[in-house]
Nanobody
Framework: QVQPVESGGGLVQAGGSLNLSCVAS????????VAWFRQAPGKERTFAAA????????LYADSVKGRFTASRDNAKNTVFLQMDSLKPEDTAVYYC???????????????????WGQGTQVTVTS
């Protein structure tokens, strides 16, 4: 079973940028939509972004639209989340996951995705 592995998190000042990576371990993402969700301290995990299997369709939460960009390199089995103009409220653990079925369209529903990676911490200071 494919296992996502996230990386690229860190500590950044407000207004800064980070580029998260999600690599498929033990399989391939190439035929699957991949989503990014995030979980802030004491809160539930919420949708951030999703990208279709071909990379031609993306979906974003209103809170990140215009600041975050999802992309992918299927040859490298990797999905990216470029995060610009970061705000303190973006502080969270960021998780990625493939869709449960191949060739699906991007959605915001958490139960449409899995399995989940271990997450990568993003901390934005003011």
């Amino acid at each position: 079973q494919v296992q996502p592995v996230e990386s690229g998190g860190g500590l950044v000042q407000a207004g800064g940028s980070l580029n998260l990576s999600c690599v498929a371990s033990g399989g391939t993402f190439s035929r699957y939509t991949v989503a990014w969700f995030r979980q802030a301290p004491g809160k539930e995990r919420t949708f951030a972004a999703a990208i279709s299997w071909r990379g031609d369709r993306t979906l974003y939460a209103d809170s990140v639209k215009g600041r975050f960009t999802a992309s992918r390199d299927n040859a490298k089995n990797t999905v990216f989340l470029q995060m610009d103009s970061l705000k303190p409220e973006d502080t969270a653990v960021y998780y990625c996951a493939p869709g449960r079925f191949p060739f699906g369209v991007p959605t915001m529903r958490q139960h449409d995705f899995g399995p989940w990676g271990q997450g990568t911490q993003v901390t934005v200071t003011s």
